[in-house]
């Protein structure tokens, strides 16, 4: 099982990126999805998650900001970030689980950097 994520980057404040994970090696239909963030010198912390029946549950510092979607037909998931803040740099990991609060697996992450 391999989850790749990308689409981070340098973004100036009040911009955009869509992070995207590709998972390959299983049968994602029914897991749950999450994104999760670390910024330097901070522990990591769950951003959003997508339930198999696309229930979404956001962090309140990134509700109104960020959506994220899933399709299941690519095993492909997305994290919309919008109106970017600098304390939204960090770097940004997307992981599943298919039973309990344990996520099974995780992509290696991908940086994000928002700064002018």
């Known amino acids: 099982v391999q989850l790749q994520a990308s689409g981070g980057g340098l973004v100036q404040p009040g911009g955009s990126l869509r992070l995207s994970c590709v998972a390959s090696?299983?049968?994602?239909?029914?897991?749950?999805i999450g994104w999760f963030r670390q910024a330097p010198g901070k522990e990591r912390g769950m951003v959003s998650c997508i339930s198999s029946s696309h229930s979404t549950g956001y962090a309140d510092s990134v509700k109104g900001r960020f959506t994220i979607s899933r399709d299941d037909a690519k095993n492909t998931w997305h994290l919309e970030m919008n109106a970017l803040k600098p304390e939204d740099t960090a770097v940004y990991y997307c992981?599943?689980?298919?039973?309990?609060?344990?996520?099974?697996?995780w992509g290696q992450g991908t940086l994000v950097t928002v700064s002018s």
């Open positions: 992981a599943a689980r298919l039973r309990g609060p344990k996520y099974d697996y």
């Open positions: 090696g299983s049968d994602f239909d029914y897991y749950a």
